[in-house]
């Protein structure tokens, strides 16, 4: 826990509406922490924007001036030295705009619990600092539908989640599983019972 909320992490498959859930739990109090943006500022940073073009060029940089993040996905997807190269950079980068952020919020009492929505929770680690992790799961038809903007097919989502561990190793060492379909009440009904066996177990270790 950190400053007495607990931690809750969020894994899933690419597309399976993970940000989605996580706001039904910024309905119960949690405060979402979203790696992806944290991300974002990371790469919009001088020295990381320099290191990347020293290693891969002016190709990542778009033409309008921001982050090619296809380009660099092309550099470390099926290439694990790149990968943790890229990794051992922003990772840490994140981390402290994560701290920072619990950090601002650890007295607000209108914040019961933190919620980590984080793409690579396990293959991170994050997990083992987190209180409880939630896995959403979500038919593979509706994360095709899903990743369709960003003209992707089958194969290319196949493609970057064999990058990932195993989603059935990651729902088999969640500590709970939350389906999220197309019934937003359903989905608001899990959320409710999963947030409440949480802050009861972190109730008892006080």
Excluded at 100 to 120: C, K, N, T, Y
């Amino acid at each position: 826990m950190f400053a007495g909320k607990p931690i809750i992490g969020l894994a899933g498959g690419i597309a399976s509406g993970k940000s989605f859930i996580a706001s039904l739990f910024a309905e119960r109090g949690c405060l979402v922490i979203d790696s992806d943006r944290l991300a974002r500022q990371a790469y919009d940073e001088p020295k990381v924007r320099e290191t990347l073009k020293q290693w891969w060029g002016e190709g990542v940089i778009g033409k309008d001036g921001s982050i090619n993040r296809s380009f660099i996905a092309s550099k470390v997807f099926e290439q694990p030295t790149e990968l943790r190269r890229l990794e051992g950079l922003i990772h840490p980068i994140i981390d402290a705009a994560r701290r920072r952020v619990m950090s601002a919020a650890a007295h607000d009492p209108r914040i019961v619990a933190f919620v980590w929505d984080a793409p690579l929770l396990f293959e991170a680690s994050l997990n083992l600092q987190c209180d409880a992790v939630v896995f959403v799961e979500a038919p593979l038809a509706m994360r095709l539908g899903r990743v369709k903007s960003r003209n992707w097919d089958e194969s290319e989502l196949q493609r970057r989640e064999n990058s990932q561990w195993p989603l059935d190793k990651k729902r088999q060492i969640s500590d709970y599983v939350i389906r999220n379909t197309a019934d937003v009440s359903q989905a608001r009904v899990q959320v409710k019972d999963v947030f409440s066996r949480i802050m009861s177990k972190a109730a008892l270790r006080g």
